[in-house]
């Protein structure tokens, strides 16, 4: 959302060298230092794996 990818469906539209490119500046902001809490800032790998997700969501219907 910091990015704004707002859905599941919008993820799975891009591609990962895109993504990457809407990541890193966030990443590296205040912001996204504290929203990682420390841990790396994501790669490629990781983002190509969340597209990857993004692409198995489904939405639930109430029954």
């Known amino acids: 959302v910091a990015c704004g990818v707002e859905t599941p469906e919008e993820l ?6 895109t993504l990457l490119a809407l990541v890193e500046p ?8 504290r929203v990682l ?3 790396p800032a ?3 790998n990781e983002v190509t794996d969340w597209i990857r997700w ?3 969501t489904r939405k639930l219907k109430v029954a």
């Open 54 to 56: 993004a692409g198995h």
């Open 37 to 39: 809490r420390r841990a």
């Open 42 to 44: 994501p790669d490629l």
């Open 26 to 33: 966030f990443a590296q902001s205040v912001e996204g230092q």
């Open 12 to 17: 799975a539209e891009f591609d990962a060298e």
